[in-house]
């Protein structure tokens, strides 16, 4: 089993910087793709970040050089960050922290359902 725990949303003006944060522990053996998702209200959930093991990230043209994904690993549990510099209010979400087997060139991670385990998610809002 995985666990996947998200922290860091909230509040943020536009053209500001918020930095999210995810802690994956359980069975990390197989992982190997993982990224980040959000649902905006309204809207289907989108993937918009994604990075394989040892390799540089892969970015949704709605965030790309903006948002800057990072990957690390200690003895039981991978951290993930998000950077989220300069967003709009479009930006205003639910973020989600998701990870799955098999490299991330192996799925369509845009869409909703692209990965098997999922964080609870965390709110980010952008106010203008």
């Known amino acids: 089993q995985v666990t996947l725990l998200e922290s860091g949303g909230g509040s943020v003006q536009a053209g500001g910087s918020l930095t999210l944060s995810c802690a994956v522990s359980g069975d990390l053996e197989r992982l190997y793709c993982m990224g980040w998702s959000r649902q905006a209200p309204g809207k289907k959930r989108e993937g918009i970040a994604v990075?394989?093991?040892?390799?540089?990230?892969?970015?949704a043209d709605s965030v790309k050089g903006r948002f800057t994904l990072s990957r690390s690993k200690d003895n039981d549990k991978y951290s993930l960050s998000l950077s989220m510099n300069d967003p709009d209010p479009s930006a205003t979400a639910m973020y989600y922290c998701a990870a799955d087997f098999g490299g991330c060139g192996l799925k369509d991670w845009t869409s909703s359902d692209a990965f098997r385990y999922w964080g609870q998610g965390t709110q980010v809002t952008v106010a203008s």
């Open positions: 990075i394989d093991a040892r390799k540089s990230p892969y970015y």
